[in-house]
């Protein structure tokens, strides 16, 4: 499960793997795996990982993790029809956020 990061230009591997409840190794495999994972590296070679990284690694884990895809079957599901793997995903996203906030109002309530 995703935990959301602060709002910054750049995010160590060591953050990103912790937002996604990762080991470092698992998130470098991935890197390898993924095309559209390409993190920046400074000149000690550490990754530095944009937004644009980080929506890449929720669709990644969100079909392999959650939707239960191999590797292979999450490659191809992306080059089929990305912007229909994105569209999905936020859409679940927005609906699991509605959820939560109608739970906490429920609570309230009670």
């Known amino acids: 499960m995703y935990i959301d990061l602060p709002e910054k230009r750049y995010y160590k591997i060591g953050e990103v793997a912790k937002a996604f409840g990762l080991n470092t190794s698992h998130i470098r495999f991935w890197e390898k795996e993924f095309d559209i994972l390409k993190p920046k590296k400074n000149k000690k070679g550490n990754r530095l990982f944009t937004h644009q990284d980080l929506q890449n690694l929720k669709l990644i884990y969100h079909l392999v993790k959650e939707k239960g895809f191999t590797l292979e079957g999450a490659k191809l599901k992306m080059k089929e029809n990305p912007q229909s793997v994105k569209n999905n995903h936020e859409i679940i996203t927005r609906l699991e956020s509605i ?12």
């Open 99 to 110: 959820k939560a906030e109608l739970i906490n109002i429920k609570n309230q309530l009670s």
